[in-house]
């Protein structure tokens, strides 16, 4: 038995959309999913894929992509409910039973007839559209908690459930109808518009490719949970190119001299001896507005690698300048509550709120020279964004005489360096300057920047 021309374009075209999102898959994960659809068919949808999923997936974190594009390319059905769409109330009534019950194939019927019955809008062929909010708004099902709680108690469903749990469990299943209808008007969309663009433009991205000044509470809490495998997976990077930097290189004078006795044939190479020094890292950190969430996370993840280095000291700045090393190793244990903490415990904050360079740099490189050494690699986040004030660019050339080397990790896309009160273009003839606006780029940087 073979994959159906039809299907095999559909999981190829599924293939070529989670590329599209950075999943890694390559032609054996591709070939197993083929012969995954072969064996499971088509006739259980959720088998098929669940079957997908473990063939084509590295992790679970990726099954937030996964799931509406699988969605797209094998939908539950082409076009609305074959029945006309009932009434608002009649609908909430069997859905407040569907979600009594956890009926998720109910439930999914439900979606589709609320979508087709309060999801359109437009009037013409051209405008014509589906939108999950708009059905939402309608149908409210968050309203139905109190009623499907005390159903579900009358049903005897809920054995041992405390208030709390039991509360926790229905949100899960509204949760779990939002997302229906989510994935149904998002269908119907891409049968108007082409599954390709809406896979591209229409379903949210891995975590680690959002872009840190864009990304959500919810976004940043899940990039703050992937700190310790990354960190892991950095430190593991490090050390193997310590092992292969310990080695040394070729004392070329040495080497000569040894090859008199085989006629100049240099028969042993001579390395130069290094010596076992662990280098010094500073971080210092823009901890102001939508740039906070990025310095966050690079704050969390160098603490996750302090033991690669012999010191880490960490200053954060707004515009004035404070050690936060300290707190850094006290929020570890809560990362969630890091910005709060300095915000509240250190002095990054003069008489306005807004971020100014000049002044942080300036007394950086007066309170704390002894911090930089010949050791020390400074590594500078933010986006460079000075507010109209004096950039201070006499600090960062103080800064970078004394530093080994001085990186500038910029959060905002290249395009936008130098533009309104952008000072980047200037500080980037000083030091090198990178742009850095997700986890995978950050990670990528620190890997090949860090030094060993």
Not at 319 to 328: A, F, M
Not at 339 to 366: C, K, N, P, W
Request: hydrophobic share 40%; proline share 4%.
């Amino acid at each position: 038995m073979t994959t159906p021309a039809g299907v095999a374009e559909r999981l190829t075209s599924l293939v070529g959309a989670l590329r599209a999102h950075g999943m890694r898959i390559g032609t054996g994960e591709s070939v197993d999913a083929a012969r995954a659809v072969e064996a499971l068919g088509l006739a259980d949808r959720e088998l098929l894929r669940e079957g997908l999923a473990a063939t084509l997936l590295h992790g679970t974190g990726q099954r937030q992509v996964f799931d509406p594009v699988f969605d797209l390319y094998f939908p539950r059905g082409v076009g609305g409910p074959e029945q006309p769409a009932a009434g608002r109330e009649d609908l909430r009534e069997r859905l407040a039973a569907a979600l009594a019950a956890d009926d998720r194939a109910l439930m999914l019927r439900l979606a589709a007839e609320a979508v087709d019955g309060f999801g359109g809008y437009g009037s013409s062929p051209e405008s014509d559209g589906w939108s999950s909010y708009q059905t939402l708004e309608r149908v409210r099902p968050q309203t139905l908690m109190a009623r499907v709680r005390d159903d579900v108690r009358a049903r005897g469903g809920a054995p041992g459930f405390t208030d709390r749990l039991l509360e926790d469990e229905v949100r899960r299943r509204i949760d779990a109808f939002r997302a229906m209808v989510a994935a149904e008007a998002r269908r119907r969309v891409a049968e108007r518009r082409g599954r390709d663009e809406i896979a591209r433009r229409g379903v949210r991205t891995t975590a680690d490719r959002v872009d840190f000044l864009f990304a959500g509470r919810d976004q940043l809490a899940e990039l703050r949970r992937t700190v310790q495998p990354l960190a892991r997976k950095l430190a593991t990077r490090l050390a193997a190119r310590r092992r292969r930097a310990s080695r040394g290189s070729i004392d070329l004078r040495r080497t000569l001299r040894g090859s008199l006795s085989t006629g100049g044939v240099p028969m042993r190479p001579v390395l130069r001896r290094r010596r076992p020094a662990r280098p010094e890292l500073v971080l210092l950190c823009d901890v102001s507005g939508s740039v906070s969430g990025f310095s966050d996370f690079t704050m969390l993840l160098v603490q996750a690698l302090h033991e690669q280095f012999s010191k880490v000291r960490v200053f954060a700045f707004v515009n004035r300048v404070d050690e936060v090393t300290g707190l850094l190793e006290r929020g570890a244990a809560d990362p969630e509550g890091l910005a709060a903490r300095i915000q509240g415990e250190a002095g990054v904050t003069g008489y306005h709120g807004s971020s100014d360079y000049g002044m942080a740099l300036g007394e950086f490189a007066e309170r704390y020279e002894e911090a930089v050494g010949p050791r020390t690699t400074v590594f500078v986040l933010g986006d460079a964004r000075t507010n109209m004030s004096d950039p201070g660019l006499p600090a960062v050339r103080r800064i970078a005489r004394r530093a080994r080397r001085v990186y500038w990790l910029n959060p905002e896309q290249r395009s936008r360096w130098g533009t309104g009160d952008s000072a980047a273009p200037a500080y980037a003839e000083l030091v090198e300057m990178h742009e850095c606006r997700t986890a995978r780029q950050l990670s990528a940087l620190v890997g090949r920047l860090l030094p060993v």
